[in-house]
Structures are given as structure tokens and as C-alpha cells.
């Protein structure tokens, strides 16, 4: 009897100490999968596309749940950091911001991460901390380059436009010039023989320009294993697509090129077609055109305000009715694949991560002025850089 009572004592006190919400979790039976159908693409020069179900399984759910809250809220923390003049300089978020912020566009970095491998190559402009997360940098790591510290992926001296991680070429300032740059990382995939694969990504803003068109010609000509995609989230800086393009239909801007036209507010639909243009790059059936349909809540930038040139009604109902984080819970929820208890406590550890990620990058000691030169090369011998006139030097080390 004594070593009965010593075994329910044990049971109920290591219940105790996990939280109600891991308790309750833990309690309850979750489907292991569901099968949901997605919106059809639109295509272009193809007889066939994406399939329009798919299945979601529990952890994977839970994973791109928690991924999306993170871009989220990282974006959240950084324009507040930048409202407090923390981070300065130019920053573009995720939602749209100068920075220039990911808020509502979480689906498109998560869902193209899904549909790829680690081995393969990304390239972006400058909306890029939600990629630089994906593509397997910490939060500490993206906060703290925003705010120019030694412990930022860019050692403090790339900021919010310039984060680079394995296989992950940035944040790019100059708009549009990433995109020959992909074609290029596609080119060097294809020379050395590599089952590989280069995610370009651009704006509706961007695609009008003439590089852009060249990239597509010689990807073509050359067979590249290039996803060339187009970021649609319908305002270029202040003005509508319909103002900017004389055609709006991006995924068929290639022409001789493949395309399709994604919902991009769907973590699942835009993971789809990211493994279906995947296997059409490695199949080397060469390029193919990606538009990924998506809105931004906020402005370009931080000082554009977002309601000059759009109303705040159509902000309010894309914000309702396609929120992308919202989109998943409902999905999760409704399937059995998780409770709204379990993904509020998801929401709780991300909002904990990002906090103490933010004291980390307010606190974090800056680069030294001596160190302005540094890694300008890599594996090459130290050598002198001048400075803003030439009696001051800097030495650089790779």
C-alpha cells in the first residue's frame, strides 16, 4: 500500500509541476494528420500544377504555427525598437515597413521553407528578416544586427538590408539587381553538378524592371533550376499594381517561361507550388515563374503611414477574412490537430523568446570603430582599407 501511495504521490506531483496547458494537451487524443483542399493555381505555358489538397500533419502544423508567430512578433519588436530609435537607419519589415516588415506576408518565407531543402539557395530583396529566420538564424542573431551589435549575423555592420546565413544571399538594397544574382547562384547549382535549386524573390514593385527580363532570357536560353517569384502584395512602394503594370498577371511575365499564380496568404498553398516548381527546376525543364499573391498590412516603410493610397476598410477586411497565421489556427482547431489552449501557449513562449532576444540586442556591446574593415574578403591576407580621406586607415581581416 505505502509503495502504491509513493507511486500516485510521484505521478501527481510531476503533474503539478507542467503547466495546466501541457497537462490538458498531453490528455487529450490529436489526429495525426488532415487532409485540406487548397485554392488552384493559376497557370501559365503548364498543362498541370499543384495539387489542390493536401495533407498537414500535427507536427508540421505546430512547426509552421510557431514560425509564423515568430516572424510576427520579431517584426512587431523591431518596429518598436525603431519607434524608440534603437534601431536606426533604413528597416524593412515583413508586414511593410521601413524597416520594412513581413506582417501578413509570414506564409510566403515559412511555406517556401517547407517546400524545399536546406541544401538549396535563396536570394531576396530588401524585406528580409522573416527569410533570414526561416533559412535558420536565431531571432537573437536578426534583432541584434538591426540594432548594430557585434552579436547580429552581419557582425552590426549589415543592418536591417544585409543578413546573410548557409545558402541565404540576403537582403539586397538596389531594387530588382537580386534577381540576376539568383540566376547566377542557379548557373553556379547547374556548372557543379548539384541537385540544387535558387529561390529568386522580387516585388510587384521590382518587376518592371529591365534586369529582371534579361535574368528571365538567360535562365531560359540555359535551362537554369531558377524560381524566379514575384512577391504581389499589390502596392509598390505608394502606388497600386494597376497604376505601375500595364499587365498585372506577374506569373506570366516570363512568357516563354512556365508561371503560376499562388495564394500567397496560405502557408499550405504556397508550400505546394514551392515543391512543385522545385520539381520542375531538378526535373532541368529550366526556370519557372512564381507570383505569390499577398498583401502587406502596414506601409512600405516606416514612414509611409499605408492609408494615403488604399483604404483603412480594405486593410481591415484583408486583415479579417486572410490573415495567414489565422488561416492555420482555424485549420489546426477545427481538424483536431491542436487546441486553441496549446497554440495560446505556443504564442506565450514566442512572445518570451522575442523579449529576451530584444534585451539581448539593447544590450549587446557595439563593434569597435577598428573593426569597420574587417571581413570585406574572405581567406585573404590582412591588407589596409582607407578611410573617408587618406590619412585614416583600417585594417582588414577576413
Keep these: 500500500m505505502r509503495k502504491m501511495l509513493a507511486a500516485v504521490s ?26 485540406f483542399e487548397i485554392k488552384k493555381c493559376d497557370l501559365h505555358r503548364l498543362e498541370e500544377g499543384p495539387p489542390v489538397t493536401t495533407v498537414l500533419t500535427r507536427e508540421d502544423g505546430l512547426r509552421y504555427y510557431r514560425m509564423m508567430q515568430t516572424v510576427r512578433r520579431m517584426e ?19 508586414d511593410g515597413q521601413l524597416l520594412l516588415l513581413l506582417l501578413m506576408q509570414e506564409a510566403c518565407c515559412v511555406g517556401m521553407e517547407a517546400g524545399i531543402n536546406p541544401t538549396d539557395h535563396l536570394i531576396t530583396a530588401y524585406r528580409a ?22 552579436g547580429g549575423c552581419a557582425k552590426g555592420k549589415g543592418g536591417s538590408m544585409h543578413m ?15 534577381v540576376p544574382l ?28 529591365g534586369q529582371i527580363f534579361e535574368a528571365y532570357n538567360m535562365a531560359a536560353l540555359w535551362k537554369l533550376p531558377c524560381i524566379f517569384i514575384c512577391e504581389n502584395n499589390r502596392y509598390g512602394m505608394g502606388t497600386s499594381v494597376e497604376r505601375a503594370a500595364a499587365s498585372t498577371d506577374y506569373y506570366k511575365r516570363g512568357d516563354f517561361i512556365p508561371g503560376l499564380r499562388v495564394d500567397g496568404m496560405d502557408v499550405l498553398c504556397v508550400r505546394e507550388a514551392t515543391k512543385f516548381a522545385a520539381a520542375h527546376c531538378r526535373s532541368g525543364k529550366g ?4 507570383e505569390l499573391q499577398t498583401y502587406r498590412y502596414h506601409g512600405h516603410s516606416m514612414s509611409d503611414p499605408g492609408v494615403s493610397y488604399r483604404t483603412r476598410e480594405e486593410i481591415q477586411e484583408v486583415r479579417s477574412k486572410s490573415d495567414p497565421i489565422m488561416l492555420l489556427k482555424d485549420r489546426m482547431v477545427n481538424s483536431n490537430l491542436a487546441s486553441v489552449e496549446e497554440l495560446k501557449e505556443i504564442d506565450v513562449e514566442v512572445r518570451k523568446e522575442i523579449e529576451d532576444a530584444a534585451q539581448f540586442a539593447t544590450a549587446d556591446p557595439e563593434p569597435p570603430l577598428e573593426e569597420l574593415g574587417y571581413h570585406i574578403y574572405s581567406n585573404e591576407p590582412p591588407f589596409e582599407v582607407r578611410g573617408a580621406n587618406q590619412w585614416i586607415k583600417f585594417k582588414s581581416i577576413s
Excluded: W
Aim: one cysteine or more; a positive charge.
Design 10 to 35: 510521484r505521478v501527481l506531483s510531476g503533474a503539478a509541476q507542467k503547466p495546466a496547458n501541457r497537462v490538458l494537451g498531453a490528455s487529450r487524443n490529436f489526429a495525426n494528420d488532415a487532409t
Design 76 to 94: 512587431l519588436k523591431a518596429d518598436q525598437l525603431y519607434k524608440q530609435k534603437i534601431i536606426r537607419g533604413f528597416c524593412h519589415l515583413c
Design 129 to 150: 528578416h522573416g527569410f533570414t529566420f526561416t533559412r535558420g538564424l536565431s531571432v537573437r542573431e536578426i534583432l541584434a544586427e538591426l540594432t548594430g551589435r557585434r
Design 164 to 178: 546573410y546565413a548557409k545558402n541565404f544571399y540576403g537582403g539586397n538594397g538596389i531594387v530588382g539587381a537580386q
Design 182 to 209: 539568383g540566376a547566377g547562384i542557379a548557373l553556379a547549382c547547374k556548372y557543379n553538378g548539384k541537385d540544387e535549386v535558387c529561390l529568386t524573390l522580387y516585388g510587384d514593385g521590382a518587376a518592371n524592371q
Design 287 to 290: 526556370p519557372i515563374l512564381m
